[in-house]
């Protein structure tokens, strides 16, 4: 909330709706000696700090010199596709994971992996680059 009070753009990586932000995560953190956490902020690839540090430097004002170089959103809105979630349930699937592949020898059916989405039914929205 603060950096959309502060119009801001950013991305915001849910690692409920993708394991891969997690890796990413786990990844950055570790580069710079910090444990995991969350919630965490990057600026530019650098480490910031969690919500308390970010809460502290935005009420004495150095958040907001830091974000000075941020590209700003004149106008915010919503992605009408996903909700500004980032992701829609997969349009191969429907979200369950599973796809039907019919054999053509016999009139079985059998259940695959869904190969078009990630571990929880969901590819990223085209429509918005979040």
């Known amino acids: 909330k603060i950096f959309q009070n502060h119009r801001v753009r950013f991305v915001e990586k849910n690692i409920a709706l993708d394991s891969e932000y997690g890796k990413e995560l786990e990844q950055r953190c570790k580069c710079v000696g910090e444990p995991p956490s969350l919630p965490v902020v990057f600026i530019d690839g650098h480490y910031l700090g969690g919500a308390e540090k970010i809460l502290g430097m935005n009420e004495s004002g150095e958040l907001q010199d830091l974000l000075t170089k941020i590209e700003r959103v004149q106008h915010p809105h919503t992605c009408q596709t996903c ?13 369950s994971k599973m796809s039907v592949f019919r054999n053509c020898f ?21 429509s918005c680059s979040q």
């Open 106 to 126: 016999t009139d079985s059916f059998k259940a695959l992996k869904c190969t078009s989405c990630n571990e929880n039914g969901l590819q990223p929205c085209a």
């Open 83 to 95: 909700g500004g979630f980032a992701f829609i349930p997969c349009p191969m699937c429907h979200g």
